[in-house]
């Protein structure tokens, strides 16, 4: 008898790290998700990266944008490489930089402001980002764009909602 309870306890210690476990990755799977929406809105609205290039990252912006962008879906940077980019801009190109404090108090690839001079990147026509902005763009372009072929039905309808009319120009698979 003491042996079968001590049996009972074990598997209701069993069931119970079972339960905390699959909680623990449901919880990680929705934190993930959420970062990306996180990332799209910065991405779309705050920053207006979409403005120069386009909503899905391949460099079709609005019209009335410098044109230029370059496709985010072929970029060969990694994650510090792109926090770096976004941060600082681009010397001598229309990519804005998005830290305020670029080049001023924070030097940009070793340049201050008088060194960086008239190759200063714009401030965006959006908002600057914080840090951790930054870092979360960062990795909404690793989640949903970088390497990512043709865009798709899917993926329009994740950024405009399910059945969205502009999305039927977009094969449902890549
Ligand atoms: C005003 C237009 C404009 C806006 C807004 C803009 N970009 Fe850019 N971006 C460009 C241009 C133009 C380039 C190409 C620069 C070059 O020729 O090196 C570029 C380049 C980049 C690159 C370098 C890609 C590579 O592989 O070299 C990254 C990354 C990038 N942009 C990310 C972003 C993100 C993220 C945002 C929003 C936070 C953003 N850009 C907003 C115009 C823009």
Not at 102 to 114: H, I, L, R, V
Not at 142 to 168: H, Q
Request: net charge positive.
């Amino acid at each position: 008898m003491r042996f079968l309870r001590r049996v009972q306890r074990w598997s209701r210690l069993g069931c119970g790290a079972t339960a905390v476990a699959a909680l623990i990755m449901a919880s990680a799977t929705a934190s993930a998700q959420e970062d990306f929406s996180y990332g799209r809105r910065l991405y779309l609205d705050k920053a207006q990266c979409s403005y120069c290039h386009g909503w899905a990252g391949n460099g079709a912006g609005d019209g009335q944008s410098n044109g230029g962008a370059a496709n985010l879906r072929q970029t060969r940077l990694n994650r510090a490489q792109l926090i770096i980019v976004i941060q600082c801009g681009r010397p001598g190109t229309a990519m804005p930089h998005f830290d305020e404090s670029a080049y001023s108090d924070k030097p940009c690839y070793g340049m201050n402001e008088a060194e960086v001079g008239t190759r200063k990147p714009a401030l965006p026509p959006g908002s600057t980002l914080q840090p951790r902005e930054v870092e979360a763009v960062a990795d909404y372009l690793l989640g949903k764009f970088v390497g990512r072929g043709a865009i798709t039905r899917a993926e329009c309808e994740e950024s405009f909602g399910k059945d969205a009319r502009a999305c039927g120009e977009y094969g449902v698979k890549p």
